[in-house]
């Protein structure tokens, strides 16, 4: 069974910082674009960042030079460094393993077959 596990979120003031880890059971990742999403209430959910299987990164206009997304294979665990949080940055979010292999990274959520049940990141002004 293939269970994907993110950490806890949180709550931070704007200007914040919060680093979410996702762990994935059940399944190896190595050959695999991950990527994290989020979703806010009354929106669809959104592709924030993304890494291919041999690291190379894709990143929403929104996040890019503030968030980093990274993973380590070995542990088969995605990660997303957040700083310099706004409350627009407040969502649901989710880890998810694309379902083509060696593929370059993309924030489509629809090519990911594989999604963690959330965390919730909250920024207040």
């Known amino acids: 069974q293939v269970r994907l596990m993110e950490s806890r979120g949180g709550s931070v003031q704007s200007g914040g910082s919060l680093r979410l880890s996702c762990v994935v059971s059940g399944y190896t990742v190595d050959d695999y674009s991950m990527g994290w999403f989020r979703q806010a209430p009354g929106k669809e959910r959104e592709g924030v960042a993304a890494v291919s299987d041999f690291g190379s990164t894709i990143y929403a206009d929104s996040v890019t030079g503030r968030f980093t997304i990274s993973r380590d294979n070995a542990k088969n665990t995605l990660y997303l460094q957040m700083n310099a949080l706004k409350p627009e940055d407040t969502a649901m979010y989710y880890c998810?393993?694309?379902?083509?292999?060696?593929?370059?990274?993309?924030?489509?959520?629809?090519?990911?077959?594989?999604w963690g049940r959330g965390t919730q990141v909250t920024v207040s002004s």
């Open positions: 998810a393993i694309h379902r083509v292999r060696w593929l370059g990274p993309t924030l489509s959520p629809s090519g990911y077959t594989y």
